[in-house]
């Protein structure tokens, strides 16, 4: 039988609502950098991405890791 599920308390809701505006920050931080280079979609990002990263010498990996940490 299915689990009931837990309501949410307020904090819960507060947390939910500070992690929507992380998300919708970086939307726009993506869509502002798509505009400034003419990039159209997100699988152009990929393919401008994949090699990058596939070329790297970890150096990249490593800062981005560091800067998502």
Known sequence: ???????????????????LKLIEEGVETIQGVMRKKKIKSLKDIASELLPVFKSDDDTLSDSVITRLG
């Open 1 to 19: 039988m299915a689990e009931a599920m837990e309501k949410l308390d307020r904090e819960d809701v507060i947390r939910i609502a500070e992690g």
